[in-house]
Every structure is written in structure tokens, then in C-alpha cells.
């Protein structure tokens, strides 16, 4: 999917113009000075066309800290985005923050739309008008919190987004798109820099950013691979605060571009609550899913002892993603982490013929039929594989199925097809 990132100060309304355009409220918490949140990316939709939505606004910063917050938020936007929102308070007008952004939003080649936020009613237009001056093309005079403008805002975003994120589109067919995330100085940039080593043979600016390249291409055993957003797992901001929102921005908006994830641990730390999150934010992208638990070389046999406990509890519901024990340091079993990818992206791309699918579903329900309810037995009709990447399956019921007779039939699947690498996801539709 395309995606659209919101920019602007605190308090300029991006949250509320965020909950205006996925036209609900629950998405978005309120802005709270200092609060950060996990959840950056949505999906949106407006006249039948679906992009994601990057709200870079969930860190909101002391006053000190804004400039540095608000630099952070536009870099985001604009080294992962297809196209900018750039929201700034008609009422207040162009602040120094908004200019020193507004120099950074100007040397992108990707849209940019300034929004003019709380234009209440048509006699605040004239201040709308005056942000003419920002150099950022014309202001789009809007309401996030009554909704005028809205409409025609997103008309107007719907005709410079492209139809498909620019990446996903040159890439049918090209080399994979991979994301290296996981917590700070667990070694990701160490991993891509010996990955890379010295066969780094394409270093392209194809996202379109004047500055730094933000994806790199990387050659590695005869095939080539799109690592994306280097630039975030390089770079290294001095935040005072925000720093974990700044990273959890940089992981879900990688995650939009990429097609599968290495989630990268230190085997000599204990596995925390930081890296379930980051897997999480995997699973809930879909994306296939590669586990290298790095720093093998540090680790001694009583830690030893722990991470295998560590794994079997806290990373039992992802089993089925490969393992690669790696040390970025010494190189040690870097070249399997290539087959792990590539068995990971097997799967996440695999179709089920529909035919053999439901064959497979005879058999599983004669083997264990669905447990009586009220005297009745709710029954599968037909399946099918709806998608893939990741694959998603339909089954037609007369009845809803219990929690655990779905959890039994994704797990049979799991058995005989594997899966090995990739989420996959069975939905029912109950025929009254
Ligand atoms: P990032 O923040 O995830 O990109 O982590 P870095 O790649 O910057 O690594 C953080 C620190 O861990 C650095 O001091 C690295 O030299 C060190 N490091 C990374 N991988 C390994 C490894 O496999 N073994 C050892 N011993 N140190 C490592």
C-alpha cells in the first residue's frame, strides 16, 4: 500500500485529523504531553482506495525537545512515505519549528501538502492563505475537528499518492525487500554491514530523497536483496526523549515496505518485553518473519541454558519462524541467514489450490468434527485461499466455530503445509 505520513507540531491537530480520515475515534489517544505510543501505522481508505497512514505524532515532546522531535518525525516521513501531510495551525501561523522543517520537507522529491488545520469557518481562510509564504505550494484550509475541508483534502491526496508505494511497485519481481529491526545495539547495523560487506554493489537513491539513500541493495551469493531503510538502522539520533517512539516509527514504517522482517535479538541479553513488542509489530504487519539471535559469540553455557527457556516461553506462538544463531562480530553462520529468508518468503508467497484445500478440510473434519453446540454442529461448506502474502484463508460455516476448533485447523495446516517463516490467518464467514 502507498503510504501517507502526517508531520506537524504538537498540537497543530494531526491526531485528530488522523482519527477524521480513518473516520473513527477509538484509533488515536488523546495528546498528552510525554506520551508515546506503539501503534504508528493505520490503514486507511477513502473513495475505494486504501493506503496506510504513519501518525509520526505519538511522541510529544517538553518544549525544549521540539525542534529535534519534530526534525525526527519529517526525516521519518519523508525518507519512508510516498507522500507528506505537513500540518500547521492556520491560527498561529508558521513558527520557527515549521520553517527549519519546511527546508528539509522542500528538498524531497515526493508531495508534499501543507494543511492549514483549524480553519473553523470561511473568515479564517485569509490565515490559511498566508501559509502561501512557506513555499510549500498552495494550503489546503481544513477542519480536522468539525471536518470541512476534509473531503476535498483527501481528494487532492488521493491524486498525488501513488497507486502503489513506489517501491513495492518497481520491485514485482526484483530483489526482496528486507527489514533488519530490533531494540537498539543488538547489532543490526553490525549484521548489514557484514551481510553487506564488500559486495555492496548497488547503493541507489530510488525512494527519492536528495539526502541520504534510504534502501540499499545488496548482493549476496549470486542474488540480490533490498534491505530498506538502512539509513534509520545507521543513523543515530540524539534524543534526550523519544527516542523509543523514534524507533518504533522507523520499525512499523520499514515494515510497510518490506515483505519479511529479521527481528534481530542479543543472545547475551534476556529476551524483554521490547523485542515481543517488535515481533508483534511483525505479526500484525504480516510481513514473513526471520528470528537471528546475534552475539553468539558472547554466549556462555549457563545463558545458554536460559535463552533455550527464554524461547520455548516467550517465543512459542512464532515456533514457525526460522532460527539463525549468528554472530555479526566474527561472521559465524551469517550464510544461513539468506536460506532463512528465502524459505521464509517461499512460504509467505504460497497458494493453496482451492481443490486441495478442501480435500484437506474433508479430511480434518471427519477426523474431528466440530464439538455439537445445542444439539446442532456447525459445519464447514468451503474454503478457500483468499491471499497470500501472507496467506489467508475463508472458511464458509453454518455456524461460528469455536475459538479452538479454528486454532486446531490453523494448526493442522501449519503441520502439513509448514509454513515455515510466515503468520497466516483463517477467517470464517458464518451463511445464516
Ligand atoms: P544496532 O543498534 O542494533 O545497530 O547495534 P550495533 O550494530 O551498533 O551493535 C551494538 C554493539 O554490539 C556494537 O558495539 C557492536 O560492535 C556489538 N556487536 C554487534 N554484533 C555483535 C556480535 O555478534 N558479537 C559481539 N561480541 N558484539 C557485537
Not at 49 to 68: M, N
Not at 166 to 174: R, S
Not at 237 to 247: E, I, K, P, S
Not at 319 to 339: D, F, Y
Given at each position: 500500500?502507498?503510504?501517507?505520513?502526517?508531520?506537524?507540531?504538537?498540537?497543530?491537530?494531526?491526531?485528530?485529523?488522523?482519527?477524521?480520515?480513518?473516520?473513527?475515534?477509538?484509533?488515536?489517544?488523546?495528546?498528552?504531553?510525554?506520551?508515546?505510543?506503539?501503534?504508528?501505522?493505520?490503514?486507511?481508505?477513502?473513495?475505494?482506495?486504501?493506503?496506510?497512514?504513519?501518525?509520526?505524532?505519538?511522541?510529544?515532546?517538553?518544549?525544549?525537545?521540539?525542534?529535534?522531535?519534530?526534525?525526527?518525525?519529517?526525516?521519518?516521513?519523508?525518507?519512508?512515505?510516498?507522500?507528506?501531510?505537513?500540518?500547521?495551525?492556520?491560527?498561529?501561523?508558521?513558527?520557527?519549528?515549521?520553517?527549519?522543517?519546511?527546508?528539509?520537507?522542500?528538498?524531497?522529491?515526493?508531495?508534499?501538502?501543507?494543511?492549514?488545520?483549524?480553519?473553523?469557518?470561511?473568515?479564517?481562510?485569509?490565515?490559511?492563505?498566508?501559509?502561501?509564504?512557506?513555499?510549500?505550494?498552495?494550503?489546503?484550509?481544513?477542519?480536522?475537528?468539525?471536518?470541512?475541508?476534509?473531503?476535498?483534502?483527501?481528494?487532492?491526496?488521493?491524486?498525488?499518492?501513488?497507486?502503489?508505494?513506489?517501491?513495492?511497485?518497481?520491485?514485482?519481481?526484483?530483489?526482496?525487500?528486507?527489514?533488519?529491526?530490533?531494540?537498539?545495539?543488538?547489532?543490526?547495523?553490525?549484521?548489514?554491514?557484514?551481510?553487506?560487506?564488500?559486495e555492496r554493489v548497488v547503493v541507489n537513491d530510488l525512494a527519492g530523497t536528495t539526502r541520504d539513500p534510504v534502501d540499499e541493495q545488496v548482493e549476496i551469493a549470486g542474488r540480490v536483496w533490498r534491505f530498506v531503510?538502512?539509513?534509520?538502522?545507521?543513523?543515530?539520533?540524539?534524543?534526550?526523549?523519544?527516542?523509543?517512539?523514534?524507533?518504533?516509527?522507523?520499525?512499523?514504517?520499514?515494515?510497510?515496505?518490506?515483505?519479511?522482517a529479521v527481528v534481530v535479538l542479543d543472545v547475551t541479553e534476556p529476551i524483554s518485553v521490547q523485542d515481543l513488542r517488535i515481533i508483534e509489530l511483525v505479526l500484525e504487519s504480516g510481513r514473513a518473519l526471520v528470528?537471528?539471535?546475534?552475539?553468539?559469540?558472547?554466549?556462555?553455557?549457563?545463558?545458554?541454558?536460559?535463552?533455550?527457556?527464554?524461547?520455548?516461553?516467550?517465543?512459542?506462538?512464532?515456533?514457525?519462524?526460522?532460527?539463525?544463531?549468528?554472530?555479526?562480530?566474527?561472521?559465524?553462520?551469517?550464510?544461513?541467514?539468506?536460506?532463512?529468508?528465502?524459505?521464509?518468503?517461499?512460504?509467505?508467497?504460497?497458494?493453496?489450490?482451492?481443490?486441495?484445500?478442501?480435500?484437506?478440510?474433508?479430511?480434518?473434519?471427519?477426523?474431528?468434527?466440530?464439538?455439537?453446540?445445542?444439539?446442532?454442529?456447525?459445519?464447514?461448506?468451503?474454503?478457500?485461499?483468499?491471499?497470500?502474502?501472507?496467506?489467508?484463508?475463508?472458511?464458509?460455516?453454518?455456524?461460528?466455530?469455536?475459538?479452538?476448533?479454528?486454532?486446531?485447523?490453523?494448526?493442522?495446516?501449519?503441520?502439513?503445509?509448514?509454513?515455515?517463516?510466515?503468520?497466516?490467518?483463517?477467517?470464517?464467514?458464518?451463511?445464516?
Open positions: 500500500l502507498p503510504v501517507l505520513a502526517i508531520v506537524g507540531r504538537p498540537n497543530v491537530g494531526k491526531s485528530a485529523l488522523v482519527n477524521r480520515i480513518l473516520g473513527r475515534r477509538e484509533a488515536v489517544v488523546e495528546d498528552t504531553p510525554g506520551v508515546t505510543r506503539d501503534r504508528v501505522t493505520y490503514k486507511a481508505e477513502w473513495n475505494e482506495r486504501r493506503f496506510s497512514l504513519v501518525d509520526t505524532g505519538g511522541w510529544e515532546p517538553d518544549a525544549k525537545g521540539i525542534d529535534a522531535s519534530v526534525a525526527a518525525q519529517a526525516e521519518v516521513a519523508v525518507d519512508l512515505a510516498d507522500a507528506v501531510l505537513f500540518v500547521v495551525d492556520a491560527n498561529v501561523g508558521a513558527t520557527s519549528t515549521d520553517e527549519h522543517v519546511v527546508r528539509m520537507l522542500r528538498q524531497t522529491k515526493k508531495p508534499v501538502i501543507l494543511v492549514a488545520n483549524k480553519v473553523d469557518d470561511v473568515r479564517q481562510e485569509a490565515e490559511a492563505a498566508a501559509l502561501w509564504g512557506l513555499g510549500l505550494g498552495e494550503p489546503w484550509p481544513v477542519s480536522a475537528l468539525h471536518g470541512r475541508g476534509v473531503a476535498d483534502l483527501l481528494d487532492h491526496v488521493l491524486s498525488v499518492l501513488p497507486e502503489v508505494s513506489a517501491v513495492a511497485k518497481e520491485e514485482v519481481g526484483g530483489p526482496r525487500r528486507v527489514a533488519i529491526i530490533g531494540r537498539p545495539n543488538v547489532g543490526k547495523s553490525s549484521l548489514l554491514n557484514k551481510a553487506a560487506g564488500e531503510d538502512t539509513a534509520g538502522i545507521r543513523r543515530r539520533v540524539n534524543l534526550a526523549q523519544g527516542a523509543d517512539f523514534y524507533a518504533s516509527l522507523r520499525t512499523s514504517a520499514a515494515l510497510e515496505k518490506a515483505e519479511v528470528l537471528a539471535f546475534n552475539k553468539w559469540d558472547l554466549l556462555d553455557d549457563e545463558r545458554r541454558g536460559l535463552l533455550e527457556r527464554e524461547i520455548e516461553q516467550d517465543l512459542a506462538h512464532v515456533s514457525w519462524a526460522p532460527r539463525v544463531n549468528i554472530s555479526a562480530k566474527t561472521g559465524r553462520h551469517l550464510e544461513k541467514l539468506v536460506p532463512a529468508l528465502e524459505t521464509a518468503l517461499d512460504s509467505w508467497d504460497t497458494r493453496i489450490p482451492t481443490g486441495k484445500f478442501n480435500a484437506l478440510l474433508a479430511e480434518l473434519t471427519a477426523e474431528h468434527p466440530h464439538p455439537l453446540r445445542g444439539g446442532k454442529q456447525p459445519r464447514i461448506l468451503f474454503g478457500t485461499q483468499a491471499s497470500s502474502r501472507p496467506p489467508t484463508f475463508v472458511l464458509f460455516t453454518t455456524g461460528f466455530l469455536d475459538p479452538q476448533y479454528r486454532r486446531f485447523i490453523t494448526r493442522r495446516l501449519r503441520e502439513i503445509f509448514g509454513f515455515e517463516g510466515t503468520p497466516i490467518t483463517v477467517n470464517m464467514r458464518v451463511r445464516e
